[in-house]
């Protein structure tokens, strides 16, 4: 079922030298959003932890890695979660390398599409550096390969490991089948075995998590706050990542219809993961507002599906500039921000906070102490410092 991933050791360890390049001065740093609260809860419950319901919602991605920290020494959980983050996500670019070179046959374009994955500029800190995003890189995934037939009909087996962990991970997986399901209608009955299996393991995820959330009381809104409207001194980071999936997407969109006589496999498979990328840029707007992580996955689809389509067109001249301005455009643009920003950079490093406690709880005559990380406090005792150790 996973026979692919032997024939690709290459492009595995250049997507995690990228991935390591992005965190390289952010590896020993714990975000203050998930902090520390995953850890925990899973050294407290051990692998039914990673069940967890705290969220209103099931993440099971949230707690795999920190639930593989747990094996490790108290001041080493920044450094294993986020080299757990960086392995999980090359991985998930890998996959997506396969299932590009699958679908159009070209290896250098498959190369690129899994890059983008790590390469956008919210991944520095709201997915390599941040263990608790996981759940959108999952997303963007399984929206490319729910909508490649060449792949999902090869590697079907596949297909549902990537539903399960997505669909328990992210509430919102069912925002894949945005063009799955146009395929499915268009289909003979004989033809659709696969699209229904599909179907129905992504509606029994949904179903899971909607029983979830409604048993936890909360709102229509999962996230406690959001933020719809730009901000004074709103950066280009921030416009970037919430206008870019919007115009990259509607221009796959419009450029399709401009030749949809003369169309291919794969400008419709450009037009599916723009579609998928509007579809939950609308629907995570209403749900989120402006949010970097969610960026990360409303990105990943519109780049890809921006540069698949403008491969698929007939290289001549112009064209050639179009596509090298597209893509030194966005290089250009994500120099700045290839590095996580101040939300990560400025945290104190993990085990020097925790090397503190420990000295302060075997030289002083106290109970407790905290590491502070942005505004989360984050608190423990001493005896908790060395039952973990």
């Not at 983008?116 to 963007?140: C, F, Q, V």
């Amino acid at each position: 079922m996973f026979s692919f991933f032997k024939r690709t050791p290459g492009v595995f360890s250049l997507y995690l030298l990228i991935s390591l390049a992005r965190v390289s001065h952010t590896l020993d740093k714990l975000p203050a959003d998930p902090g520390f609260d995953r850890l925990r809860e899973v050294r407290t419950d051990g692998i039914r932890g990673v069940f967890n319901q705290s969220l209103s919602y099931l993440d099971i991605s949230a707690h795999v890695g920190p639930l593989i920290t747990t094996a490790f020494e108290l001041q080493y959980s920044a450094i294993i979660l986020t080299l757990t983050t960086v392995f999980f996500t090359a991985l998930l670019s890998l996959l997506i390398f396969n299932v590009v070179r699958v679908e159009i046959g070209s290896r250098f374009i498959a190369i690129i599409c899994g890059a983008l994955l790590m390469l956008i500029p919210a991944a520095a800190e709201s997915t390599l550096g941040n263990h608790g995003s996981l759940k959108w890189p999952l997303l963007a995934a399984l929206c490319i390969v729910i909508n490649a037939p060449k792949f999902r009909n090869r590697y079907i087996g596949v297909v549902l490991v990537l539903i399960f962990f997505t669909g328990l991970s992210n509430p919102f997986a069912f925002v894949a089948l945005s063009g799955l399901t146009v395929q499915y209608l268009r289909k003979s009955r004989g033809g659709v075995r696969n699209e229904r299996l599909i179907v129905a393991c992504i509606v029994v995820t949904t179903l899971v998590q909607f029983f979830v959330w409604h048993s936890s009381g909360v709102g229509s809104h999962i996230y406690a706050s959001a933020t719809f409207l730009p901000w004074n001194g709103m950066g280009v980071f921030w416009w970037w990542i919430w206008c870019s999936p919007v115009v990259m997407s509607i221009a796959v969109l419009l450029g399709l219809l401009t030749v949809w006589q003369r169309r291919t496999e794969q400008r419709v498979y450009a037009g599916w993961l723009a579609t998928c990328s509007l579809v939950l840029w609308i629907l995570m707007y209403w749900e989120a507002g402006i949010k970097d992580s969610i960026a990360v996955a409303t990105c990943t689809l519109s780049s890809i599906a921006l540069l698949l389509a403008v491969h698929s067109i007939k290289p001549n001249q112009f064209q050639r500039f179009l596509f090298a301005g597209v893509v030194g455009s966005f290089a250009l643009l994500s120099i700045p921000w290839f590095s996580a920003g101040s939300y990560l950079t400025e945290t104190p490093n993990w085990r020097d906070e925790i090397a503190r406690l420990q000295s302060e709880c075997a030289s002083q005559n106290v109970q407790r102490g905290e590491v502070i990380v942005q505004s989360t406090h984050i608190e423990f005792t001493c005896d908790e410092i060395a039952d973990w150790d």
